[in-house]
Every structure is written in C-alpha cells, then in structure tokens.
C-alpha cells in the first residue's frame, strides 16, 4: 500500500509542480522548458496515514530555478454518480527553495461528507463501474513572486489516472 500511494503522489505532485514552473512564464517558450527541466520531484520517501483522515508523503524536490517555489493549496475531489464523494487537499504549503534539492513532507487532509464513500468508490473499482466516477483537481502557489493557478473540472478518472500514469489497482490498494 505504501508503494501505491508513493507512486500515486509522487506522479501527481510533479504535474502540478511543473504546470506551476510553465504558468509563471507564458512569454517565453525557453523560459517554460527550463523550468520543467529545473523542478522535479525525484522520488517519494515515507508516506504513512494520519489517523483516518489524513496522509503524510515526503517526498525529494530538485528545484535548479533561480526561483523559489511554493505550492500553496492544492485539492483533489472525486465525485460517483454526479454527486461530491471526497476531497483530498493539501494541508500545509509546500516550499521549494531556488536551487536545492531537498526532502519536505507534504500533509494531506482526507474528507468525506458520507463515510460510505470510500465504500462506494472501492466497490465500483472492483466492479469496473469506473465510468460514473469524476476527478476535480486545482492548485495555487507562487514561482518566484508571481501566482499561479491550475485547475481541471470534473474529468473522467479513467483520463484523470492516465495523466498521470496511475491504475486502477493502486486506487483499490490505498481504499483497502
């Protein structure tokens, strides 16, 4: 389960942080290829549960930009069968100093209006009903002194996983 959610973290984490890296320069084609080849996540390290309503990841940072980043918010919402199920948001901000590699621990909150749902969501998964689930995702943060925002409304998760190279079975792991 720890591989699974590393995995599911880590591969999330580097869009949002590279689109916050491409957004602060929209003026220059050079400037956004640099800074996605400047600021990557290079792996996960521990990830462990927070009671039952959070997670804690650390993972490794290289941030070459002679920009500090910083990501400030982010949040994920899964939606069955139209109807908002969950959120998982980021509790703390993530600070990335300009060039340094380093270790932070990113916080997550688990929320959940109706307890069933994470019930619900792993029952469809094993069943293969995955077309009537969605994903929100949206982050704020800062490259250098400029903000930044990033969003995707109510996508399928099939096409929200293929984003980012996560399957269906790492889901089922992490609900069990």
């Not at 602060?24 to 080849?37: D, L």
């Not at 929100?136 to 293929?162: C, D, I, Q, T, Y």
Request: proline letters at 4%.
């Amino acid at each position: 389960m720890r591989h699974a959610v590393g995995s599911f973290f880590r591969r999330a984490a580097l869009p949002v942080l590279a689109a916050l890296a491409a957004l602060a320069f929209p003026s220059c084609r050079g400037a956004v290829e640099r800074a996605a080849r400047d600021i990557a996540i290079e792996g996960v390290g521990e990830v462990a549960r927070l009671g039952s309503a959070g997670a804690a990841v650390t993972l490794r940072v290289r941030n070459d930009s002679p920009r500090n980043v910083r990501l400030d918010d982010a949040c994920l919402e899964l939606y069955l069968a139209g109807g908002r199920a969950a959120e998982w948001r980021l509790h703390e901000p993530v600070r990335v100093p300009d060039r340094t590699t380093l270790e932070c621990r990113t916080v997550w909150r688990l929320r959940s209006e109706d307890p069933m749902a994470y019930y619900a969501l792993g029952r469809r998964l094993r069943n293969g009903e995955i077309d009537r689930i969605e994903v929100s995702a949206r982050a704020v943060g800062h490259v250098g002194g400029l903000r930044v925002k990033f969003s995707r409304e109510r996508m399928p998760l099939s096409e929200f996983l293929n984003t980012f190279g996560v399957t269906i079975e790492q889901i089922e792991n992490f609900l069990e």
